[in-house]
C-alpha cells in the first residue's frame, strides 16, 4: 500500500514539474514572441510543447506566427490543435485576433462561410473597433445580408481612414444581394447609384429597365432613359 501511495504521488509530482517546465518555456517563449524576435520564440514554444503536449497557449502563438507569416497551411494545424486543448479543458480564448485567424482560415481553406462568419463576430465581440473584421464580413455578407454588409461598411469607414474600397464595385454587389433577395427597390436604389458616376452605363440601364418590367410589372419605367 506504501509503495502505491508513493508511486502515485511521485507520478502526481512529476505531473506539476512537467506543467510548470512547460508553462516557464512557454513564459520565455510568449516574451520572445511579442519582441518579433522570431527564432528565440519558435526555440522556446517548441520546448514547452514538447514538456506538455496538452498544454494549450503555445500552439496559439506559433499558428499566429506562422498566420503572420502567411503560412497559412501550418497555421491552420497550430490553431485548430489550441482549439481542441481549449475544448477539452471548457474554455473560450478571450483574444479577438485568435478569432480573426480563425475566421480568415476556415473561409480560405476549407470554404465555410458560416462558420466564418460565426468566428468573425467572435472576434467583434471582443475587440469591436478591429476594422479587418468589419472588411472580412462585408464580403461575406453582401450578398446574402447586404443590410448587414452596409452596416460593416460604415464602420470600417468610421474605424480606417485609408480604406479604399471601390465604392460602385461595394454598390453592385450589394444591388445583386438585393437582387438575389428580391428586393428590387434597394436593388435599384444602389444600380442608380453607380449610375450618378457612370451615367453611360448602358448595360446597367437595361439591367433596371428588365426588374422594372420583368419583376416589378412596372412597365412605366421599364423604358431605358
Known sequence: MKKLLSICLLVAINSILTAQTAEKYYEIGHKFFLEKKGDSAVYYLKKSMTANQNYAPPYRDAGQMLFNGKNYENAYLFLNVYETLMEESNKEDENYYYWYMKGFLVIN???DKNKAIEYFYKSLKYKEDYYKTHNELIKLLVFSFPDRAIQHYNRVKELDKNFSLNENEFYLNLANGYLETNNYAKAI????KILETNPDD??????IALIYKDDLKDYENAEIR
Open 109 to 111: 481553406k476549407d470554404g
Open 189 to 192: 436604389e444602389y444600380y442608380e
Open 202 to 207: 448602358i448595360k446597367l440601364e437595361t439591367k
